[in-house]
């Protein structure tokens, strides 16, 4: 099983639709997790960290299931210019390099 | 402001030299990476630096040299041993301590062999 794992889209969805990428993981001890968005040739950025507790941020909800080891990203009414790649990130144990996913690639079409 | 800074930001190598891809930090982060993209593909960890004078192999480091004489510093060497080295190649820190430590990039150094 691959330590990271994504759907690779693409998801292409119109204006105003809502989103939902999952991604799994293999390390149960895995401690902290990420998602990043990548833009066509472009270095990946934070979008936001994972928390226990889910986090929200405007139309981005992030949501980590330890039991089942899988992390998810929900994007509501979504933007043109929320077209991108979408990487689930998982930092394996406290002080070793994070691990990337492959990346989910959304299209949101007018 | 603070961030990484790679350059150049285009390279063109030709068979059999060598070429150094520069990345400089001043976010005061303890931990360096190097990243492989290619196209279609995700990242992939050549070398990583968790504090100066030390480095660890990532899960590609055949054919690639680092060195980590400064704490801003973390240059990329690329040999003639890569056999492929066409690719995006991402430079990243984080501060390297605790558990929670997101990782932030530099632009990217696109190579290109001619």
């Known amino acids: 099983r691959k330590e990271v794992e994504q759907d690779p889209g693409p998801f292409n969805v119109p204006e105003g639709a809502t989103v939902a990428f999952n991604c799994t993981y293999s390390n149960s001890a895995s401690q902290s997790f990420f998602w990043y968005r990548q833009d066509c040739r472009k270095e990946p950025k934070l979008l936001m960290s994972v928390y226990s507790s889910g986090n929200e941020d405007g139309r981005f909800t992030a949501q980590l299931n330890r039991a089942s080891q899988y992390i998810s990203l929900l994007i509501r009414d979504s933007k043109l210019s929320d077209s991108a790649t979408y990487l689930c990130v998982v930092n394996p144990l406290g002080n070793t390099p994070l691990v990337f996913g492959k990346g989910t690639r959304l299209s949101v079409i007018a | 402001d603070g961030g990484i800074t790679q350059s150049p930001k285009y390279l063109f190598r030709k068979e059999g030299q060598n070429v150094t891809l520069s990345c400089e930090q001043n976010l005061n982060h303890d931990a360096m990476y190097w990243y492989r993209q290619d196209p279609g593909q995700g990242l992939r960890l050549i070398y990583y630096?968790?504090?100066?004078?030390?480095?660890q192999k990532g899960d590609i480091a055949e054919g690639y040299s680092v060195s980590r004489e400064k704490k801003e510093s973390f240059p990329l060497t690329v040999t003639s041993a890569q056999k492929n080295p066409t690719a995006f190649y991402l430079c990243a820190s984080s501060i390297g301590k605790g558990w929670s430590t997101e990782a932030f990039f530099g632009q990217g150094t696109r190579l290109t062999v001619v």
């Open positions: 630096s968790q504090i100066v004078n030390d480095f």
